[in-house]
């Protein structure tokens, strides 16, 4: 059994920071990519950022300069720094990792349960 719980998420106003975290456990024998994702009310989810097992990172434009993704590979927890926050930026973020388990020969994804991020004043 694999999971993944992330935290972090809450009320900020625009222009603060926060720091979302999210740690996978289990029985995991490797992680390959981990990444952020987002979705606000009534539009689809998107991709926040993506860090590779050797890390290679992957923004969307809209959060370019603004958020930092890293991961403590040893801890299988990755990170998602974000500065400069705006309105826009209010959604539920989702921890999302490729995980290979026991028993299994190829990567599978998991997701966690969410975390609510609201920018407002």
């Known amino acids: 059994q694999v999971q993944l719980v992330d935290s972090g998420g809450g009320l900020v106003q625009p222009g603060g920071s926060l720091r979302l975290s999210c740690a996978a456990s289990g029985s995991i024998v490797s992680i390959q990519d981990m990444g952020w994702y987002r979705q606000a009310p009534g539009k689809q989810r998107d991709l926040v950022a993506t860090?590779?097992?050797?890390?290679?990172?992957n923004y969307a434009d809209s959060v370019k300069g603004r958020f930092t993704i890293s991961r403590d590979s040893a801890k299988n927890t990755v990170y998602l720094q974000m500065d400069k926050m705006e309105p826009e930026d209010t959604a539920v973020y989702y921890c999302?990792?490729?995980?290979?388990?026991?028993?299994?020969?190829?990567?599978?994804?998991?997701w966690g349960q969410g975390t609510q991020v609201t920018v407002s004043s």
């Open positions: 999302n990792a490729d995980v290979r388990a026991t028993g299994w020969s190829i990567y599978k994804p998991y």
């Open positions: 860090i590779s097992s050797g890390g290679m990172t």
